[in-house]
């Protein structure tokens, strides 16, 4: 995807599908609606496009985070895209703590690494998780983790 106004509208959708799956009441309906198995992968890759800016991979994080929070399942799928691990923790090596739309990506990331850990912790460990986070806290996390 290319820059401008398709940023505008991939971030536009994105905020929208979050509005989606934060205010479903009904989980089946939603994942007809939103299914994991096409949306997980699909959102996985804006991670791995290394030009996408922190505000859509912030709220690409935070769809990711929901999809988790209601489904244990949802972890396979990410697990499967490979290299998607990856792009997370390293998102936590450049953040820049002087941005806000950085650290609250950084935030959420650390959210997503969390939920995936308490499923699929080998996969992140695999990754370099480990090594990102630890490095993570002991540089900025007196700076962002306060609400994580």
């Known amino acids: 995807?290319?820059?401008?106004?398709?940023?505008?509208?991939?971030?536009i959708a994105l905020e929208q599908l979050c509005m989606l799956l934060l205010m479903s009441d009904n989980v089946d309906r939603c994942f007809e609606t939103c299914p994991p198995r096409t949306f997980l992968p699909a959102l996985c890759k804006i991670f791995l496009d290394e030009s996408a800016p922190d505000n859509v991979l912030e709220v690409t994080a935070r769809a990711i985070t929901y999809y988790l929070d209601v489904s244990a399942e949802?972890?396979?799928?990410?697990v499967g895209v490979d290299g998607a691990i990856k792009a997370l923790c390293n998102r936590l090596v450049v953040?820049?703590?002087?941005?806000?739309?950085?650290?609250?990506?950084?935030?959420?990331?650390?959210?997503?690494?969390e939920l995936i850990c308490t499923r699929e912790s080998g996969a992140v460990f695999e990754a370099g998780g480990l090594n990102c986070v630890?490095?993570?806290?002991?540089?900025?996390?007196?700076?962002?983790?306060?609400?994580?």
């Open 1 to 11: 995807m290319g820059q401008g106004d398709e940023r505008d509208m991939q971030l």
């Open 74 to 78: 949802c972890t396979r799928r990410i």
């Open 95 to 113: 953040v820049e703590l002087n941005n806000r739309t950085s650290r609250d990506l950084a935030e959420q990331c650390v959210k997503v690494l």
């Open 134 to 148: 630890l490095s993570f806290i002991r540089d900025s996390g007196h700076l962002v983790l306060g609400s994580v």
